[in-house]
T-cell receptor, first 114, second 113 residues
Framework: DGGITQSPKYLFRKEGQNVTLSCEQN?????MYWYRQDPGQGLRLIYY???????QKGDIAEGYSVSREKKESFPLTVTSAQKNPTAFYLC?????????????FGPGTRLLVL | AQSVTQPDIHITVSEGASLELRCNYS??????LFWYVQSPGQGLQLLLK??????LVQGIKGFEAEFKRSQSSFNLRKPSVHWSDAAEYFC???????????FGTGTRLKVLA
């Protein structure tokens, strides 16, 4: 079955530690996205990538980094510079229909700080 | 600036009752509009979408939404709610040419047995 997988489901970060969240899709989508979800704030875009080896900052990119070496994969690193990383992180992907793309979401990773 | 407003943070309805969740948007061009549903601790599932054409859009799970340009609204409706519909619902607008969505802050639906 085609879909988006995120791992791990729960992730714990210690002070000063970088952690990486995995996102893989087998939908053959060109575009991929990372969102952060906090209670009462909806979803906020962290980074997005339209094609391999290219990505753009979203609205809240500070303290995060990404890479896009393969079409299927778009890992997100939460660096020690992100002072408030506790949140639910959602990965999404879409085709590139230039304005008519539909984003499909993975199951999410909850990041907690120890 | 583009924005999406979901005026109701929480809504409670009885099972079998009808439902309408409100969504208002602010966007200069023709919007692309979406409704997603999220169960606790899960990702978002697409319910329906509007790009153009018929302003009444049918989705999954018996949901429908109507695009009203004059009111800048895209309200979600269901004629008879089931207990399994309890979840959080998000409205989103797609911004043409940028691949970016703007999400509302969500409406949490509670269903009484």
């Amino acid at each position: 079955d085609g879909g988006i997988t995120q791992s791990p489901k729960y992730l714990f970060r210690k002070e000063g530690q970088n952690v990486t969240l995995s996102c893989e899709q087998n939908l053959n989508h060109d575009a991929m996205y990372w969102y952060r979800q906090d209670p009462g704030q909806g979803l906020r875009l962290i980074y997005y990538s339209q094609i391999v080896n290219d990505f753009q900052k979203g609205d809240i990119a500070e303290g995060y980094s990404v890479s896009r070496e393969k079409k299927e994969s778009f890992p997100l690193t939460v660096t020690s510079a992100q002072k408030n990383p506790t949140a639910f992180y959602l990965c999404a992907s879409s085709t590139r229909d230039y304005g008519k793309e539909t984003q499909y979401f993975g199951p999410g990773t909850r990041l907690l700080v120890l | 600036a583009q924005s999406v407003t979901q005026p109701d943070i929480h809504i409670t309805v009885s099972e079998g009752a009808s439902l309408e969740l409100r969504c208002n948007y602010s966007y200069g061009a023709t919007p692309y509009l979406f409704w997603y549903v999220q169960s606790p601790g899960q990702g978002l599932q697409l319910l329906l979408k509007y790009f153009s054409g018929d302003t009444l859009v049918q989705g999954i799970k018996g949901f429908e939404a109507e695009f009203k340009r004059s009111q800048s609204s895209f309200n979600l409706r269901k004629p008879s709610v089931h207990w399994s519909d309890a979840a959080e619902y998000f409205c989103a607008v797609g911004t043409s040419g940028t691949y970016k969505y703007i999400f509302g802050t969500g409406t949490r639906l509670k269903v009484l047995a």
